[in-house]
C-alpha cells in the first residue's frame, strides 16, 4: 500500500513524475491533497517543471469538488489556496482561503472548527502570509476557548493547536518563525506539557541566536546536532558580511550546547571573510556576537567602529560587563571608562560594582 511518506520521498527526489502517479493510490482524499500541495512547492523550490502545476491544481480542485464534509472541503480549499500562493498566483490563492473560511463556517462542532481553522492558517504559513495566519490561529483559539464542550476536550484540542504552531514556525525563517515558537510554548507551558514547552523554548532559543540566517533547513540541522551541515548550508546561501554574522551566529549557538568546537569555528569566520564593508548595523551586531561569544579583543576592534556614540557607548558597556562577570575587574573598569557617554560610562561602573559585591558575598 502507498503512503505519504513514500510519495514525499519521490517528490524530494525530483522524481515528480513518479509521484504524481503514486498519489491517486493513497487511500486519504486529504493525503492526496497535501501531496500534490507538497509537490507543486518542491516544484517551485527546485526550479522543477512549473508548467505542470495548473494541472496539479486542476487535479486539487477535482478531489476537492468530491468532498461531502464541509471540514474536509475547507482543508482541500486550504491547500489550494497555498499550492496556488507558492506558486506566484496571489490573487486566485486569495480566492480559495477566502473559501476555505467561509466553508469553516458550516461546521457546527466548535472544536472541529477550531482545528480546522489552525490548519487552514498553517496553509496561509505555507502560502508566505504568516501575519494572516497569527490572526487565524488566534479565532481558531477563540473558537476553541469558548466551545460548549467538557475541558478535557478543550485541553487536546488547544495542545494540537500549540503543535501546528510549533509545525509552523518550523517552516518560516527565524525571524517570523519565533512568534510561533513562543505561542505554542505559552500553550504547552499553561497546559503542563513540559516535555514539549522544552522543545519549543529551545527552538525559540535557536531562532533568536541565528536571527540572520535561520532558514528552517540550517535549524534543522543545528537541532539536529550537526553544525558543520548547517554551516555548509549557510555558506552556500550566503557570502560577504552576512555570512561573517551567519557563521557567527552557528559557532554562538555551538557555545550555548556546549560544542567547543566554536572556538574553531570563530577563527575561520574570519580568516574566510576579509575586506568586508561593513555598515554600522553590521558593525553593531558583529560586535554584540563576538561578546557573547567571549571574544572580547575582536568585539572592542568593532566596537571602535561604530560611529554613533550612544551605539558605541552600548557595546563597550556590554564588554566590560562581560569581563566583570569573568571577574577581571580591573581590565572590566579599564574599558568602561573608554564608553564615550557619560551616563552609561556611570551606570555601568556602578553594575561594575554591584557584580563585585555579589561576587564577594
Not at 95 to 124: C, H, P, Q, S, W
Not at 157 to 180: R, S, Y
Request: proline share 3%; net charge negative; hydrophobic share 40%.
Amino acid at each position: 500500500m502507498t503512503t505519504l511518506e513514500d510519495v514525499r520521498s519521490l517528490t524530494e527526489r525530483g522524481y515528480y513524475e513518479e509521484a504524481l502517479e503514486k498519489i491517486p493510490e493513497l487511500e486519504d482524499p486529504l493525503d492526496q491533497l497535501e501531496a500534490l500541495r507538497e509537490t507543486v512547492q518542491h516544484i517551485v523550490e527546485h526550479r522543477g517543471p512549473v508548467e505542470w502545476i495548473p494541472d496539479i491544481v486542476e487535479d486539487m480542485q477535482y478531489i476537492t469538488k468530491k468532498l461531502k464534509e464541509a471540514e474536509n472541503k475547507a482543508l482541500g480549499y486550504g491547500m489550494i489556496g497555498s499550492a496556488l500562493a507558492v506558486a506566484g498566483y496571489t490573487s486566485e490563492a486569495a480566492e480559495f482561503f477566502e473559501r476555505a473560511i467561509k466553508e469553516t463556517r458550516k461546521i457546527k462542532n466548535d472544536i472541529e472548527r477550531g482545528e480546522v481553522l489552525a490548519n487552514i492558517a498553517y496553509e496561509l504559513a505555507v502560502a508566505g502570509y504568516p501575519e494572516e495566519a497569527l490572526e487565524i490561529f488566534d479565532s481558531a483559539f477563540d473558537t476553541i476557548i469558548y466551545a460548549g464542550v467538557n475541558y478535557n476536550l478543550k485541553v487536546d484540542a488547544i495542545l494540537h493547536l500549540g503543535e501546528l504552531m510549533e509545525k509552523t514556525g518550523d517552516i518560516l525563517p527565524a525571524q517570523t518563525a519565533m512568534k510561533f515558537y513562543r505561542m505554542a510554548f505559552d500553550i504547552f507551558d499553561k497546559l503542563q506539557a513540559n516535555q514539549k514547552a522544552a522543545i519549543a523554548d529551545k527552538k525559540f532559543r535557536l531562532s533568536q541566536t541565528v536571527y540572520d540566517v535561520g532558514l528552517p533547513s540550517i535549524r534543522k540541522a543545528l537541532l539536529e546536532g550537526r553544525p558543520h551541515y548547517a554551516l555548509a548550508l549557510m555558506e552556500k546561501m550566503y557570502e560577504g558580511t552576512p555570512r561573517l554574522i551567519g557563521t557567527l551566529e552557528i559557532a554562538l549557538w555551538m557555545k550555548m550546547v556546549n560544542d567547543l568546537e566554536y572556538i574553531d569555528v570563530v577563527e575561520r569566520a574570519f580568516q574566510k571573510c576579509k575586506d568586508l564593508r561593513l555598515t554600522e548595523a553590521n558593525t553593531q551586531k558583529i560586535a554584540k556576537l563576538l561578546t557573547d561569544l567571549g571574544e572580547l579583543k575582536k568585539a572592542m576592534e568593532f566596537s571602535e567602529r561604530i560611529g554613533d556614540p550612544e551605539k558605541r557607548s552600548e557595546v563597550i558597556k556590554a564588554i566590560a560587563l562581560e569581563l566583570a562577570k569573568m571577574k577581571k575587574l580591573d581590565e572590566a573598569i579599564e574599558i568602561a571608562h573608554l564608553i564615550p557617554i557619560p551616563r552609561i560610562r556611570d551606570q555601568t561602573l556602578e553594575d561594575i560594582i554591584t557584580l563585585e559585591e555579589k561576587a564577594g558575598d
